[in-house]
C-alpha cells in the first residue's frame, strides 16, 4: 500500500514569492493534515481538510491557505514568503473514524527562502 | 491549551542498555496520544495509538503504556538502528479549537552507540 506522498521534495524561493506544495494521502483516508516543522520550534499544526471543506486552522496568518481536491489530494499555499517560512512542511492523512484518528506522515516538502 | 512535554530532552544508550522515555500531556478530553519516530529530514512514524488509561502496546523493542497523565516508551535493549527522534503528539476530543490536530511535544533524542 502506498503511503502520504509529497511534492516537490525540495523548493527554494525568495522573500516575496509563493509557494505551493502538494500531497497525496494514502487511498481512502479522506482527511489530510499540514504541519510546520521549523528548527527548533517542533511540529506546529497548520491545516486540516476532510471531505474537501476546511475543519481547522492553527495560528498561522492568512498567507497560509489550502485546498482539498475531489480525489482527497492537498494543496499548501504560502504566499508573500518570509525568512522565517524556512521549514519542513509536512502532510499527514487518516480515515475519520470513531475514537483516535492516526494520522500518517509523508516525507515532507523542504521549504528555504532566500 | 494542549500541552505535551516530553523528557529526557536527549538520551545516550549503550546498545543493550534498556531505558524509558518520559511523555507528560494536559489535554482537554483525551481522543487518543500517538508515539512516532522520526529520523533526521524524514518524515515522522507512526509506532504507537493509546487511548485508555492502562494501555499498553507493544512492537519488537518498544513498548508503550498510558496513563491519565503520562505516557512512557520503554526501549528494552536497543540497537543502533533505533537511534532517532521519538515524538509524542495528543488529540483533543471533538468540539473544540483543538479538535481533528496533534499537538506534539519536543522530542526525545535517543542515540545508541553500539
Known amino acids: 500500500e502506498a503511503g502520504v506522498t509529497q511534492s516537490p521534495t525540495h523548493l527554494i524561493k525568495t522573500r516575496g514569492q509563493q509557494a505551493t506544495l502538494r500531497c497525496s494521502p494514502i487511498?481512502?483516508?479522506?482527511?489530510v493534515y499540514w504541519y510546520q516543522q521549523a528548527l527548533g520550534l517542533g511540529l506546529q499544526f497548520l491545516l486540516w481538510y476532510d471531505e474537501g471543506e476546511e475543519r481547522n486552522r492553527g495560528n498561522f496568518p492568512p498567507r497560509f491557505s489550502g485546498r482539498q481536491f475531489p480525489n482527497y489530494s492537498s494543496e499548501l499555499n504560502v504566499n508573500a514568503l518570509e525568512l522565517e517560512d524556512s521549514a519542513l512542511y509536512l502532510c499527514?492523512?487518516?480515515?475519520?473514524?470513531?475514537?483516535?484518528?492516526?494520522?500518517?506522515f509523508g516525507p515532507g516538502t523542504r521549504l528555504t527562502v532566500l | 491549551e494542549d500541552q505535551v512535554t516530553q523528557s529526557p530532552e536527549a538520551l545516550r544508550l549503550q546498545e543493550g542498555e534498556s531505558s524509558s522515555l518520559n511523555c507528560s500531556y494536559t489535554?482537554?478530553?483525551?481522543?487518543?496520544l500517538f508515539w512516532y519516530r522520526q529520523d533526521p529530514g524524514k518524515g515522522p512514524e507512526f509506532l504507537f495509538t493509546l487511548y485508555s488509561a492502562g494501555e499498553e502496546k507493544e512492537k519488537e523493542r518498544l513498548k508503550a503504556t498510558l496513563t491519565k497523565k503520562e505516557s512512557f516508551l520503554h526501549i528494552t535493549a536497543p540497537k543502533p538502528e533505533d537511534s532517532a527522534t521519538y515524538l509524542c503528539a495528543v488529540q483533543a476530543g471533538a468540539g473544540g479549537t483543538s479538535y481533528g490536530k496533534l499537538t506534539f511535544g519536543q522530542g526525545t533524542i535517543l542515540t545508541v552507540h553500539p
Open positions: 499527514a492523512s487518516s480515515l475519520i473514524r470513531r475514537g483516535p484518528d492516526t494520522q500518517y
Open positions: 487511498s481512502g483516508h479522506t482527511s
Open positions: 489535554v482537554s478530553g483525551l481522543r487518543g
